[in-house]
């Protein structure tokens, strides 16, 4: 299994600031992605992490709302931009090693705006 | 647009019985994925099944793949309230060879009682 640490763990933020998360996996993998689980709802992916270029969104999340970096084959961080309460959330960082078929998820990193 | 529709979303089930949560997936896929999460946790991975025909096993669990029926089953066999979780499906968006991004499923939340 893959090792997937992200940061913070939990925070509670106050309304129009920025929170980055940052996720760190124990080792090179090549696909990593964002995702969003509101209070007691399913998952929904936000972005594919791109190493070296711009993340690719889906559709309802924007860059300027969601800005994500990739700097290299295991790190990547999440913005959550401008904060409001509808952004408290569970938001988990996912890798898929390139030797496996399985996609682990970090740890998550809970989200309070109030 | 790929779909994942679970049920039943809510199991509330004795110790000793057997039930089964299913999962149909509205377009072709390459692989579908059974995920456990428990209260204030994050998801663990529990299966992955990549053909059709497909069946896993791992203790009191045995998950299948119909990909012509599109749908995968999530057997439980003489539940153990330590089986008390949310389970979800989820589906590899089409995209050929694998995109890796998931389209999740509602959860179905089980409740073991003794």
């Known amino acids: 299994s893959a090792v997937i640490s992200q940061k913070p763990s939990r925070d509670i933020c106050q309304r129009g600031t920025s929170l980055t998360i940052q996720c760190q996996v124990d080792?090179?993998?090549?696909?990593m992605f964002w995702y969003r689980q509101q209070p007691g709802q399913s998952l929904t992916l936000i972005a594919t992490?791109?190493?070296?270029?711009?993340?690719?969104?889906e559709s309802g999340f924007v860059i300027d709302k969601f800005p994500i970096s990739r700097p290299n084959l295991t790190f990547s961080t999440l913005t959550v931009s401008n904060m409001s309460p509808e952004d408290s959330s569970i938001y988990l960082c996912?890798?898929?090693?390139?030797?496996?078929?399985?996609?682990?998820f970090g740890e998550g990193s809970w989200l309070t705006v109030v | 647009e790929l779909k994942v529709e679970q049920n039943p979303l809510f199991l509330s089930m004795q110790e000793g019985k057997n039930y089964t949560i299913y999962c149909n997936y509205s377009?072709?896929?390459?692989?579908l994925y059974w995920y456990r999460q428990d209260p204030g946790k994050s998801l663990e991975s529990l299966f992955v099944?990549?053909?059709?025909?497909a069946v896993k096993q791992e203790g009191r669990l045995m998950a299948s793949l119909d990909t012509k029926a599109r749908l995968s089953t999530l057997h439980i066999t003489a539940a153990v309230h330590d089986l008390s979780a949310t389970y979800f499906c989820?589906?590899?968006?089409?995209?050929?060879?694998?995109?890796?991004?998931?389209?999740f499923g509602k959860g179905t939340k089980l409740t073991v009682n003794p």
């Open positions: 992490a791109n190493q070296g270029s711009e993340a690719t969104y």
């Open positions: 377009t072709t896929s390459d692989r």
């Open positions: 989820a589906v590899d968006s089409p995209g050929g060879g694998g995109s890796e991004k998931l389209v």
């Open positions: 099944l990549l053909s059709n025909g």
């Open positions: 080792s090179q993998v090549t696909m």
């Open positions: 996912s890798v898929l090693r390139a030797s496996g078929n399985t996609i682990y």
